[in-house]
């Protein structure tokens, strides 16, 4: 390292609020070090999140479509999986983004500090094993150490039969069975990829769907899509106990059931990386292990702040990125606008993809709206047929009002919430959106589609 400070910001954590952070400041003219413990810059979304279990996907899409290739026409054998192959393939894609990110990082003249990060005060950062210099200073920190997976109380994760998913990322193996402990999009995706490999999967969520946060008719139909795929679950219901077998994990069900499996996925949520990074000794206050913010993620230490999944916002990496960046502008003298978590858009990339923006018809009735909705079933849709896939777009709107929420289920949709996004964020009224074309034969119909029907005037919908 050739310099300790002062820099204008000093960012602790180079995941996907940290780096998008100090690249922004950098852009605005502030003099950054970005400081991170792990060898790799990008964080869990790059490293151990996002990519590489989307590369996963992926190659499970492959592996399903040379199956399924004769309905198309097409002559295929599928032999299997080569789990080697697939992991050289995900690590390329891993390596070659982190290769790229750190050449852009570098290129704007960003003080990379390697070693694990510590608060000393409110502006200085202790790193250990850093580059020669042991105390980096700044006029402002920005904490982004990101999030670790988590358990339940009294389950330990030994990374042998009872795995996270940063050891199912590395498994040497496709397991014979597997059972998943959580219905979220951890779970979820990690059952479609190894039902995809040949592996038999039952999930065990406690509340009472799969992806429980999701619009309840987006949950049944991902739940009838699963069950033709030959994917078990058992929702409502919580997890009692485990227990190695001989054969691997026998795992115990409230009310007495078992099921017996050779690996025990837990995937039961992340949690904030906060121990041990100083914040008592600086006074950030904290909540549950998150860093507390306000609307600007400004902690209650006027020259720290903090982003990602570190504080209490939606754990995706595009949130960081949004909060990251938001940091930056504010300390830049800018005046940026706080983020509406309601129209941050969500994705689920199993087979079918989840997608969705805004709110739930649930929480829209919560908050006093009186809504209309309709359903498009993507059965109508030429380009679904194509593709072969299910599934629905349902956008739920205020009467009288806007879009207040679209959600969608099947094959690709999560390249369809992009428009999503912007109608909801820009309060778009059914009826504007009605008036679009869009290009024709692709699923985006199916938006235009739903829209048209809440305007009062369906084409291909039943009214």
């Known amino acids: 390292m050739a310099d300790n400070g002062p820099f204008d910001i000093?960012?602790?954590?180079?995941?996907?609020?940290?780096?998008?952070?100090?690249?922004?400041?950098?852009?605005?003219?502030?003099?950054?070090?970005?400081?991170?413990?792990?060898?790799?810059?990008?964080?869990?979304c790059l490293n151990r999140g996002c990519i590489p279990t989307k590369a996963l996907l992926h190659a499970a899409e492959v592996a399903d479509q040379s199956r399924e290739a004769a309905k198309f026409g097409v002559k295929a054998t599928f032999e299997g999986i080569d789990i080697e192959g697939v992991h050289a393939y995900k690590d390329r894609v891993v390596s070659t983004t982190v290769k790229g990110l750190t050449g852009l990082i570098k290129a704007k003249g960003i003080e990379i500090v390697h070693g694990a990060g510590r608060l000393t005060g409110p502006t200085t950062v202790e790193v250990t094993g850093a580059d020669g210099a042991p105390t980096v200073e700044g006029r402002h920190i920005v904490l982004g150490t990101g999030s670790e997976p988590r358990s339940l109380p009294g389950l330990e994760i030994d990374g042998e039969r009872v795995i996270s998913s940063d050891h199912a990322l590395r498994l040497d193996r496709v397991p014979g069975s597997v059972v998943i402990l959580g219905g979220g999009v951890i779970g979820v995706e990690f059952a479609s990829v190894w039902r995809s490999f040949g592996a038999d999967v039952t999930i065990v969520e406690a509340l009472p769907h799969l992806l429980p946060l999701e619009e309840e008719s987006s949950s049944k139909r991902l739940e009838r899509a699963f069950r033709k795929r030959g994917i078990k679950f058992e929702v409502g219901t919580r997890f009692e106990s485990a227990k190695t077998t001989q054969g691997g994990i026998s795992v115990t069900l409230q009310g007495g059931k078992t099921i017996d499996a050779e690996l025990l996925l837990?995937?039961?949520?992340?949690?904030?990386?906060?121990?041990?990074?100083?914040?008592?000794?600086?006074?950030?206050?904290?909540?549950?292990?998150?860093?507390?913010?306000?609307?600007?993620?400004?902690?209650?230490?006027?020259?720290?702040?903090?982003?990602?999944?570190?504080?209490q916002t939606p754990q995706l990496a595009h949130v960081g990125f949004a909060e990251g960046i938001l940091v930056a502008e504010r300390l830049a003298g800018q005046n940026p606008a706080s983020i509406d978590y309601d129209?941050?858009?969500?994705?689920?990339?199993?087979?079918?993809?989840?997608?969705?923006?805004?709110?739930?018809?649930?929480?829209?009735?919560?908050?006093?709206?009186?809504?209309?909705?309709?359903?498009?079933?993507l059965a109508g849709n030429p380009k679904s047929k194509i593709l072969g896939t299910q599934g629905e777009v349902k956008v739920i709107a205020a009467v009288d009002g806007p879009v207040l929420g679209l959600h969608m289920v099947g094959a690709r949709v999560g390249e369809l919430i992009t428009e999503g996004q912007l109608i909801y964020n820009w309060e778009a009224l059914p009826s504007e959106v009605a008036q679009l074309i869009h290009p024709h034969p692709t699923q985006s119909e199916a938006v235009g589609e739903a829209h048209l029907a809440l305007a009062g005037k369906p084409l291909h919908v039943h009214g």
């Open 10 to 44: 000093v960012v602790l954590g180079a995941g996907s609020g940290g780096y998008a952070c100090a690249l922004r400041a950098a852009e605005l003219g502030k003099s950054v070090a970005l400081i991170e413990k792990d060898e790799s810059l990008g964080g869990t």
């Open 266 to 311: 837990v995937a039961v949520g992340r949690g904030p990386v906060s121990d041990g990074i100083g914040l008592a000794e600086v006074g950030v206050e904290t909540e549950r292990g998150f860093v507390k913010v306000d609307e600007y993620c400004r902690t209650n230490v006027p020259t720290i702040s903090a982003v990602g999944d570190l504080i």
């Open 343 to 377: 129209g941050v858009p969500r994705i689920t990339y199993s087979d079918p993809e989840v997608a969705s923006v805004g709110i739930t018809s649930a929480v829209a009735r919560e908050r006093g709206y009186e809504i209309k909705e309709v359903v498009y079933d």
